[in-house]
């Protein structure tokens, strides 16, 4: 069988993902690490250093990803320095998880997830300004309910599950409807991963997980520092405070 030339082989490699994307990767990265340490802590025995290594490439690729925004060379500004400062503090607070139980780890990255999306939307609303015509064009097939709840599956606040023969979401407001969801995934842009999320009420079986696709942090980074259609603000652009640094030198007992 003939090979294709290897100089054809260059076109068909998928490019680098841009920053924006990097930090809404993370933001599914640090929601995977939260569900999981969630199940954790519903055992009988949860192991002292479950988190451990989970936490330390969660702060490796975070040093990572603000390389990245460094090596886009964007003239310094108060909302782009914010926003690596910011990055600064989520790795600091995961590698702070390594030295600690379990469930003062799960304090520190609690708000991770929406922290990254928050960063992805400050960077990518510079990125626009600054580069105009060179920044992602939008991805026309997202209406506004779409680009909703894309940041909301980002920010890790949409699980799904079934009872009875029916399937469901539950979310934060803006609710995310099921409906939506199928639209999503019917367009490759969500996916759930069963079983994966803490249950809704104790004893009960978990949820599941619902993240966005590779196609899915693609589009939402086209769209994500776009005005937004009604009075709400664009999702993630206030995020709420970190925990503090004083915590993450609280050692467990």
């Known amino acids: ?3 294709p030339p290897a100089d054809s082989l260059l076109f068909d490699m998928a490019p680098p993902p841009t920053p924006v994307e990097r930090l809404l990767h993370l933001a599914d990265q640090y929601t995977q690490h939260n569900d999981a340490l969630d199940l954790v802590l519903r055992g009988a025995a949860p192991p002292a250093d479950a988190h451990a290594a989970s936490a330390q490439r969660l702060a490796t690729d975070t040093q990572s990803a603000i390389k990245a925004i ?5 003239y310094e500004s108060v909302e782009l320095n914010e926003t690596v400062m910011r990055l600064r503090q989520l790795a600091f607070l995961a590698g702070a998880c390594v030295d600690l139980h379990v469930s003062a780890a799960r304090e520190l ?3 991770a997830p929406e922290a990254a999306v ?32 894309l940041a909301e599956i980002a920010g890790g606040h949409v699980v799904a599950s079934s009872s009875l023969g029916r399937e469901f979401t539950r979310s934060r407001e803006p609710k995310v409807l099921m409906s939506t969801l199928r639209a999503l995934e019917t367009k490759g ?33 086209s769209v994500i520092d776009a005005p937004p259609a009604g009075p709400r603000t664009a999702p993630g652009t206030t995020p709420r405070p970190l925990p503090t640094a004083t915590q993450a030198t609280t050692r467990s007992r």
């Not at 460094?70 to 964007?74: D, I, Q, R, S």
């Not at 969500?190 to 590779?214: F, I, N």
């Open 189 to 221: 842009l969500a996916e759930r991963t069963a079983h994966t999320a803490p249950a809704a009420y104790v004893g009960g079986p978990p949820l599941d997980r619902v993240h966005l696709t590779s196609a899915g942090i693609t589009a939402l980074a």
């Open 109 to 111: 990255t609690a708000l």
């Open 118 to 149: 928050g960063c992805a939307v400050t960077l990518a609303g510079e990125t626009r300004r600054r580069r105009g015509a060179s920044a992602p064009a939008p991805d026309d097939r997202l209406t506004s309910l779409h680009r909703t709840a």
């Open 1 to 3: 069988m003939t090979e």
């Open 70 to 74: 460094h090596g886009e060379k964007l």
